[in-house]
């Protein structure tokens, strides 16, 4: 028997026509540049995107054609996630952080008919247009005053131009809500990138993943600074998940830097940030050098830390000087990307700072819509038991089934599961630790040892920045950690004293075997540490240890 209830589709078009209905005068507040600040309204930007949609019409843009844009978050980046989608297109965020050839490769892959790009991205442009097989035309992102003249080979259009010159859709098709909507390449370390291809029901159904009280609790009272790119995985979903509870969101443009985050928080009135560690750890930069007087200007309440393990580190920080809650969040590209979100439970009420700190390191736990379990190499589901580490797999509504340009379903296996490649824990109550990438974890005579662990307890060290570790050769053990060491400007370190730090927080036969020092770390597209070039880089790396290989 069929059920008697309404059978809306679940469509992106819908969310913005909610906050222009319901939050109409709520801010979007756009930063272009260090001089620049747009503030628009959920309402002007939904006239705004009506107007954009019907000019990709005009341009002829079909349903399912796919548009591409190389932009930072800004309120124009904004109106394009709206208009390119709604109108039945699929909008294709490009990272402009990947390598040119990869740029190339991912618009040609994608088959993309028109690129949007913000002007800071010119030259890039024309050093990638050449090579771009299906593009028809290139949108500055500008107004006709600030257009340039540039070498590319097709026309040149003006963002503002098109917009106001287009005659607002007088309504969005409905689209059937399995209709794609967006799409996201891996960044991959290795090969090439893999299209992510999403749709609108589980853009939909994602973003109240985000608003729920055990997801990120995001709500019409927050303001929100969204200091994670739009161009990485749909900004964790909060550009959609924004207007469909009515938040005030603020755009910070190019410039993450510490001092313009602290800036941007204190003057909006921020509640809510989100953002990868390596921008928390430029903001502490900054923060850390204010008085006590200067700190209280902020409101921040909750701050969502990804894309790679949250350093403790982090989280204290974040509670000691601003009374800030760290909900650290787990998920990939592939996965929308919320999967895990760490909340407390009634257990941990009135628990010591220091226990709660533990849980918050912790990914936390799955959310309805996403279903996780661990498995061993032979594809055997493992116990949450907190001690089995496993493969993690997903499945769910909002994680990917295949890659774009692959057969429904090709990744998956018999049971319906996504493998992620990450290795993880699961404790009795469903909290995940993710302890390593399954290529990064160091093998040491058997056992696995998490590079994850080790790196965050190195940057918990005061004169460190950065740490990454990686296993190195070692005739007895196969492999034993190697720590690569960042130090803070200008301090003065040595290996014994970072090691000293170490000791008693971590279990004897995980000590790293040796400590190098070095200026910077290389880091993938997407900011997380890139592992392959240290291993390249340390190839040859002789540890102490290691009797058969010492002089
Ligand atoms: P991406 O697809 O670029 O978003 O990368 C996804 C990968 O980032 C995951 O598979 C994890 O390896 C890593 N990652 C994301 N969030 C976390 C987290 N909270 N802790 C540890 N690793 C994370």
Redesign the pocket.
Same mark, same amino acid.
């Given at each position: 028997m069929n059920a008697l209830m309404q059978d809306n589709a679940l469509l992106i078009s819908s969310l913005l026509e909610h906050a222009a209905r319901h939050h109409p005068d709520v801010e979007i507040v756009s930063h272009l540049d260090m001089r620049t600040c747009v503030r628009t309204t959920w309402r002007k930007a939904t006239l705004r995107a009506a107007r954009l949609a019907s000019a990709l019409r005009t341009l002829g843009i079909q349903p399912g054609a796919r548009v591409a844009t190389l932009a930072w978050n800004t309120h124009r980046h904004l109106e394009l996630y709206y208009a390119a989608s709604g109108m039945g297109a699929v909008l294709h965020t490009v990272n402009p952080r990947l390598f040119p050839e990869q740029i190339g490769y991912i618009v040609n892959h994608a088959a993309d008919e028109l690129v949007f790009f913000d002007l800071g991205f010119a030259p890039l442009l024309e050093q990638v247009a050449p090579q771009l097989k299906s593009v028809k035309g290139f949108v500055a992102m500008c107004s006709r005053a600030e257009l340039p003249a540039l070498n590319l080979p097709g026309p040149l259009l003006c963002y503002e131009d098109l917009v106001a010159d287009a005659e607002p859709l007088a309504e969005w098709p409905s689209l059937d809500e399995n209709t794609a909507s967006s799409l996201c390449y891996?960044?991959g370390t290795t090969g090439n990138p893999k299209g992510v291809l999403y749709s609108h029901r589980s853009t939909v159904l994602h973003s109240w993943a985000a608003c729920a009280a055990d997801g990120l609790q995001l709500c019409a009272r927050d303001s929100v600074l969204l200091a994670v790119p739009m161009f990485h995985?749909n900004a964790w979903g909060i550009p959609y998940a924004a207007a469909m509870c009515g938040a005030k969101l603020v755009l910070p443009g190019p410039d993450l830097g510490g001092e313009r985050l602290f800036n941007l928080m204190r003057d909006e009135r921020c509640t809510f940030s989100l953002g990868v560690p390596t921008v928390w750890l430029g903001f502490f930069q900054h923060a850390e050098k204010l008085d006590a007087a200067a700190r209280a200007g902020l409101c921040l309440e909750r701050v969502v830390v990804? %894309?790679? @393990? @949250?350093p403790r580190a982090i989280v204290e920080k974040f509670e000691h000087l601003f009374g800030a809650y760290v909900i =650290? @969040?787990?998920?990939? +590209?592939?996965t929308s990307?919320l999967a895990t979100i760490c909340n407390l439970l009634p257990r941990h009420d009135g628990i010591p700072l220091e226990e709660r700190f533990d849980v918050q390191t912790r =990914?936390g736990r799955a959310i309805f819509g996403v279903e996780i379990a661990v498995f061993d190499a032979e594809g055997r589901r493992l116990p949450a038991d907190d001690h089995t580490p496993g493969e993690l797999k997903v499945r769910g509504p909002w994680v990917v089934s295949a890659y774009y340009g692959q057969e429904p379903g090709a990744e998956l296996d018999a049971n319906g599961w996504f493998a992620? %490649?990450?290795v993880a824990l699961i404790d009795k109550d469903g909290y995940v630790q /993710?302890t390593d990438?399954s290529k990064d974890v160091i093998k040491s005579g058997g056992e696995w040892i998490s590079s /994850?662990d080790l790196e965050n307890l190195a940057v918990g060290h005061p004169k460190v920045k950065e740490a990454a570790v990686i296993g190195a050769y070692h005739s007895k053990w196969q492999e034993r950690p190697l720590l690569i060491v960042v130090p803070n400007e200008g301090a003065e370190v040595t290996a014994a004293e970072i090691l000293d730090f170490m000791q008693d927080r971590v279990a004897r036969w995980w000590m790293p075997d040796d400590v190098v020092f070095v200026d910077e770390l290389p880091h993938t597209a +997407?900011g997380?540490l890139l592992k392959t070039r240290l291993r390249e880089q340390f190839q040859g790396h002789r540890l102490p240890t290691d009797a058969a290989v010492a002089d």
């Open positions: 891996t960044s995985v990804g %894309g790679s @393990a @949250a =650290q @969040a787990w998920g990939m +590209t592939e990307p =990914q992620t %490649g990450d /993710i990438r /994850i +997407t997380k």
